[in-house]
């Protein structure tokens, strides 16, 4: 199962090093962190998307991030109503006749173009990781050049319901 | 012209260097030995060491590897840190073995390697290494001191992070111009870890469960391990364990946390354990695993694993409780307080006198067993020879492999802290240095390390400090010119193919202590066994004694990889 967990930590040197050391010693199979300030001065933000086979491998995966001193706080959010966002950077091939076709399907997407030559244009996304993927197949078919995510960053919602939808496990 | 700078500066404190401070801070830990060697990026630290009049001893080893093992050997027996001082490149790579048998082993150790000037790192300098990289994974936490102001902070934080919770080594990595360059002597050494905060009281509600689970069991049994040594909570197990007539066991490092001649102890469970033990393992209906971590050596095959039994697991490392074994009866907390809390419930138990009947007769019919020899000596007699002619009182180190089963198996430990093995890493080489530590800690006890002719190799040249200081370790060589536990697998895994495992071209022991100006001994009769050792406990000095043993005994019994607790093999003779 995908997960994603948060973790505000102390922002000391080597930090950074010895979680995803702890993550790679203990066979921890990571899709993405991305890592940041938070609203507090010296404190960041982590968060982590995982794939977890069980439910031991994941209590184990937050106590044993728990343990890391410069950890202050670890939740796994993804059962919770929260916002997930990514970022990704796309060069795709674009010449004359394709670039209005091209204009036309990120349009949708409220994505915008950043970048524009002679044979390409650079197309920013931001969204939901599905909303993202969708994006990268509907631009495959023309030729990406290069192309560059920042990872999944999230925090729970303003406003817990009652009872929470199954849909996150789905999509994140 | 002289000038004295504290006529110039108007100020508090006066001027030292950061290396003097560094002094001062751990006289204020209470440290009291620290072992070392010196370098390029630590001689400000040991000039700081000739300068001031420090009421700690420096003990200068002859590797590295000698100063961290004996470092560990005196805080198992001492329960305070170990402290070492290494130079940069080399010298604090020489120190990665003995570190991680401490991460491995839970061993309270604070570590100051020196580093090459700060304007220097990262430009692969003469003697740099990534300390902090290399020492991640393996240390409770480190430290590399980027501003000299920071270092007393650093230091009370870093014997604080060792010392408390689940012990480990901490590294302190130490930039030489900040251990050079001048500063006030007038510091502050407050800290603040929030995100630190072991959990010490056990939650009420848990030890009620637990206390609850124990008054239905029928065929409970404790499982003790070396957190119930950290937590000097020997006295409240046996206790607890006789208040309620339960049967205990212990892992190898938890031996001595309760009496092995009381009559309620199994001996030591897992692949080298007891019958009796192990039984109670797979039998039992509960099982209260109190600061153990349910490592593979202990449970075997995990599906066979006390198969019918409500787990509780006591451990202060909320991680290590459902990491290997599902636990229903989840304890965090010092050993100790969770002891007091279960001796404070009136628990009311259901009869289990057929149970502990049951456990009886196995510890009768099934005794660890071994074969006398006509030519050579015996090695398992010999160890209880060792522990008769030392009436089970003294400190007794190890190394890894057959003569460490068979000391776990032979020598009988009563008290705790007594016995100094390297358990989760198995390290050769570490029983003879951890001695080294051990006597300084415990300058009044007898010491002896039993080592096999292939590791006491590894680290003998420390044999300079037990000569130097005149330390009457007494070093007893199991020797059967092999690599035992590896011939012994070659023999039982490998169709007696034994690759690299025969060492035919030991060097004599004895001559070679004598090189030392140590005094060496040989024996290889059964009839001198018994007047020597009383002679060699009695010599006022180190001695190494090489002991000819039978080379084709096995360790028995034995469950072997894969297997489970209940598929022993070698039970009896």
């Keep these: ?172 | 012209m002289k000038v004295d700078a504290s006529h110039e500066v108007e100020v508090k404190g006066k001027l030292v260097t950061g290396a003097d401070l560094l002094i001062k801070t751990l006289i204020d830990a209470n440290v009291d030995t620290v072992f070392g060697y010196p370098g390029g990026a630590v001689l400000p630290i040991y000039d700081a060491l000739y300068r001031n009049d420090t009421p700690f001893e420096h003990v200068l080893s002859r590797h590295e590897q000698g100063s961290i093992h004996a470092a560990e050997g005196y805080a198992r027996v001492t329960g305070k840190p170990g402290v070492v001082i290494a130079t940069s490149g080399p010298g604090a790579t020489n120190l990665i073995t003995g570190i991680t048998d401490a991460m491995m082993d839970s061993l309270p150790l604070v570590i100051f390697t020196g580093q090459v000037a700060k304007n220097v790192i990262g430009t692969d300098a003469f003697q740099e290494a990534d300390v902090m990289g290399i020492t991640t994974p393996i240390t409770k936490y480190n430290y590399q001191v980027n501003e000299i102001a920071d270092l007393p902070r650093i230091v009370k934080e870093a014997f604080h992070i060792a010392t408390t919770g689940r012990p480990g080594p901490v590294v302190v990595d130490i930039p030489k111009n900040i251990s050079a360059n001048i500063t006030l002597d007038d510091y502050e050494d407050d800290f603040y870890l929030p995100g630190y905060q072991p959990t010490i009281n056990p939650n009420p509600l848990q030890i009620i469960k637990l206390a609850e689970a124990l008054s239905r069991a029928e065929r409970p049994l404790l499982l003790a391990g070396a957190g119930t040594l950290f937590a000097d909570a020997a006295q409240e197990l046996k206790e607890f364990a006789e208040a309620y007539q339960l049967p205990v066991t212990n892992t190898l490092l938890g031996l001595g946390s309760f009496p092995g001649s009381n009559e309620l102890s199994l001996g030591m469970a897992g692949m080298h354990g007891t019958y009796a033990a192990n039984m109670a393992i797979y039998e039992c209906d509960l099982l209260i695993n109190i600061g153990a971590r349910f490592d593979d050596r202990l449970t075997g095959n995990l599906n066979h694993f006390a198969p019918n039994a409500k787990i509780a697991h006591i451990d202060i490392d909320p991680a290590e409780i459902g990491k290997n074994i599902e636990t229903h009866i989840p304890v965090v907390a010092d050993a100790k307080k969770a002891l007091l809390g279960l001796l404070k419930a009136k628990i009311e138990m259901q009869d289990h006198k057929e149970w502990m009947d049951k456990l009886q007769h196995n510890k009768k019919d099934y005794p660890l067993w071994y074969e006398r020899s006509d030519t050579l000596l015996s090695p398992q007699w010999l160890i209880e020879q060792v522990y008769n002619v030392s009436k089970g009182e003294a400190v007794v180190t190890t190394d890894v492999g057959q003569h460490q089963m068979w000391a776990a198996q032979f020598y009988t430990f009563d008290k705790p802290n007594n016995w100094v093995t390297s358990g989760g890493l198995g390290t050769m080489g570490f029983g003879f240095p951890a001695a080294i530590g051990a006597q300084l800690g415990r300058p009044d006890d007898l010491v002896i390390s039993i080592v096999g002719d292939g590791g006491f190799q590894m680290t003998l040249q420390e044999l300079s400090i037990v000569k130097q200081r005149n330390l009457p370790v007494k070093i007893i060589i199991v020797n059967n010119e092999a690599l035992g536990m590896v011939r012994q697998w070659q023999e039982s895994f490998y169709e007696e193919r034994y690759s690299e495992s025969l060492l035919s071209e030991n060097p004599d022991f004895v001559k070679l202590a004598e090189s030392y100006g140590v005094r060496g001994v040989r024996v290889d009769k059964e009839a001198e066994v018994i007047q020597t050792l009383e002679d060699i406990f009695a010599y006022d000095g180190p001695v190494v004694a090489d002991f000819r043993v039978v080379r084709n005994t096995c360790v028995y019994p034995m469950i072997a990889p894969g297997k489970g607790i209940q598929e022993m093999v070698g039970v009896k003779k």
């Design chain 1, 1 to 172: 199962m995908r997960r994603i967990i948060i973790a505000t930590v102390q922002d000391r040197g080597g930090v950074l090093n010895r979680i995803t050391g702890m993550l790679h010693k203990r066979q921890f199979n990571i899709e993405s962190i991305s890592v940041g300030a938070s609203e507090v001065e010296g404190v960041s933000k982590m968060t982590f998307v995982v794939e977890i086979s069980d439910r031991q491998k994941l209590e184990q995966l937050t106590k044993q991030l728990n343990k890391q001193i410069d950890v202050l706080k670890v939740s796994d959010i993804t059962d919770k109503a929260m916002v997930a966002r990514e970022l990704a950077l796309i060069k795709v091939v674009a010449t004359g006749h394709t670039r209005s076709e091209i204009q036309g399907i990120i349009a949708p997407f409220r994505s915008s173009v950043i970048d524009v030559s002679k044979d390409s244009m650079t197309i920013q996304v931001t969204g939901r990781p599905d909303k993202v993927d969708a994006l990268i197949s509907l631009l495959r078919p023309y030729g990406i050049k290069e192309l560059t995510k920042t990872g999944v960053t999230a925090f729970l919602r303003g406003q817990q319901p009652d009872q929470v939808t199954e849909i996150n496990s789905m999509t994140i």
